[in-house]
């Protein structure tokens, strides 16, 4: 074997002296075999294999032996004798065969060194058809190989795909199954409450068509069902039907509630044809169902012939100046309809005074809502002046949201004073101003009969409340007063304390967003809360009480007598810790008459703060001698 110098070369152990500049004096690499699988060989630097090697150390020996004769050639050029020549002449044929004689044994022995290398390190090398033979069958291997890997990677695709395909579908089919399990589980209950209940309330419960028309069919085996609340539910056209089917065996329903659904005019047109044969329903709610003028139609018709029902509802809808000239035609001939819900739709002051037309002969109607109709000015006098000359009394009369103003106002003050029988008026959200509190105010002394007014919203200041209320004052029959929304400021806030606290006997008082302060009109409206003994309800929301109101608040708290005094709101006030704090304290100091819900969320109130309210919670139920339960919301 060649020997490997330190710096990973090899020798020529033969040719010392070329051994600087020999090309066989060359790092060795080892590169594999292309005839065989662990076969290899070595090779130079300057990529020369073993064999070649040798070649290239035989000629290097036959370099020499040709320079030693041309040596001896120059030699026998130069006159000498013959005794020497022949001396000369034999010594060089013996130097000659001596050369050839160490070249073969370099030759010999470098084989023999090749063979033991090969040996040591590898296989030897195929012969070229053996050679050719391995190649091909490692070629037939790797490609069956590589087809084998292709199959098993089509089998793997084909079963993920399947996966990722099939399996969501079965999963989806199971789950739809579970689902459809569980929903007919649910409508067997449905079914349960409207077969053995006299009150059935399923809204909210999305039924839609196909679940209403499976639990309606148990109102036909239901004898003792009195009111059935359907609303909410994605009711349409087929749901509707299956239950007009079913109501057709059933003799006792009276009030139906079917708000908030989808049932269209279609859906208006299927009912009214149903409750035109007189059926026993009393009260229809039909709010929110995108019925137009067509549905309407179709109702006005039904209330020709329908001679049971007492309130119809049908705000929310879509009902245009055709559909309230249909209703109005039908009022002239229609003596059992005692309430009429039309809020929100398009009536216009174009349609009131068709509808104003329609009262005049109408002796049935006694209750009127109409909010948010665009009525104006106009509409609400045509809808006053027909009320005013009704013999009959009229009991409820709603104009909110219809930009009513001073002259409007006018109106309404002339019908409260001939409507001596009216309970409630709803004014919210006008704009009648200080001068149509004025006018409002001159109807309003002396009345007996109301109940509920609501004005709220209107931009009454504080000289229009003043005189709202002393027209007030003394009132026992006035039980709900709704100021909220009109900035009284504080000194609206003292003549509402000064007339309630003991000259006006009401339940509920909302005086939310009316710019009381947190300095004199917190202070007074601490004294309402002192000295009344008749409030149930105290709407203060909004009015800029912060942390020194709500101590004055409660201070009235602790020491008020009122044992009506159930619910006390205080949000939106910016109170923080030091007011929650102190509204506390006023509830374990007066614990059986602390009210019964205290609301004083959407404040400034932190961890501090709601830990003290709910101590006080806590304390109060069990100081109280009745153990009187409290509810706080922050």
Known sequence: MLPLTAAGTTRCPRCAVHAAGCQIAAPVRFVPRTGSANGFSFVNSRGYSSLSQQKRRYQCHAK?????KRSSEQFEERPVDEDVEAAALGSTE???ADINEAAQEVL??????????QQYIAEPAAPPQQASSRGSDMVRLGALGLGAVALIAAVVFAIKRFAKQKLPEEETKLTHKQLQRE??????????QIRNQTSVDLSAKNLGEEGCAYVVEALAFNDRCLSADFSNNGI???GISQMLQALGNNDTLETLVLHTNNLQDDGAEAIANYMAGDARIHTLNLSSNNIGDKGAAALAEMLKANTTLTHLELSGNVIDYDGITALSEA???NQALHSLHINDNYVGALGARVLANALHKNTALQELYIKGNELGNEGVKALCGALAQREVPFRVLDVGNNSVGEEGAAAIADFVKQGKKLKELNLYMNDIGTGGAYKLAESLKGNTSLKVLDIAANNIGPEGIKVLL????????LRNLELGYNPIGEEGAKHLADVVKYDLAIDVLKAGWCKIGEKDGAKAIADLILFNTTLTTLDLRGNGLSNPGAGFISQALKEHTNERLMEIDLGYNEIKDEGACAVAQALKANPSLAPKEVKISSNYITKFGQVALMEALDMVYEMSGDQREIVIHF
């Open 331 to 333: 009022l002239t001939e």
């Open 108 to 117: 010999d022995e470098d084989m023999l060194q090749e063979q033991e290398q």
């Open 470 to 477: 002393e027209a007030l004052r003394g009132n026992n029959t």
């Open 236 to 238: 349409g056209q087929m």
């Open 183 to 192: 929903a007919t589980q649910r409508l067997n209950e449905f079914m349960g």
């Open 64 to 68: 020499k032996l040709q320079k030693k």
């Open 94 to 96: 013996t130097e000659t």
